[in-house]
């Protein structure tokens, strides 16, 4: 059965540096792609991090570049997510997703799903206080 487990979320002052990580386990074969995604009340997922395994290739959403990084530890099976220079528009929960070339596009592919052959976490919180 595979378990992804989010661990790091905190409270932080503005301009603070959080590192999430995200162990994952019971997996065949390690994901095409690893993502972050966070939801904040009242808001819409947004993905906010991803990496393609096999290459270690990152990618980014717009608001969070030059500001987060995504790494990948295959040995550990384990995600990181390094945030720093944090801004109160962060806080959200935060979620570790596994998957295919989907996950590497924030599902914003024509037919890309959130939950066909994609597994996710149960998410860690990310307070940002001004």
């Known amino acids: 059965q595979v378990q992804l487990v989010e661990s790091g979320g905190d409270s932080v002052q503005s301009g603070g540096s959080l590192r999430l990580s995200c162990a994952a386990s019971?997996?065949?074969?390690?994901?095409?792609?690893m993502g972050w995604f966070r939801q904040a009340p009242g808001q819409e997922r947004e993905g906010v991090a991803a990496?393609?395994?096999?290459?270690?290739?990152?990618y980014y959403a717009d608001p969070v570049k030059g500001r987060f990084s995504i790494s990948q530890d295959n040995t550990k099976n384990t995600t990181y997510l390094q945030m720093s220079s944090l801004k109160p528009e962060d806080t959200a929960m935060y979620y570790c997703?596994?998957?295919?070339?989907?996950?590497?596009?924030?599902?914003?592919?024509?037919?890309?799903?959130?939950?066909?052959?994609?597994?996710w976490g149960h998410g860690t919180q990310v307070t940002v206080s001004a």
């Open positions: 997703a596994g998957g295919g070339f989907e996950v590497c596009r924030f599902f914003k592919g024509p037919r890309d799903s959130a939950s066909a052959n994609v597994y």
């Open positions: 019971g997996y065949i074969d390690i994901p095409h792609c």
């Open positions: 990496i393609y395994t096999g290459g270690q290739t990152p």
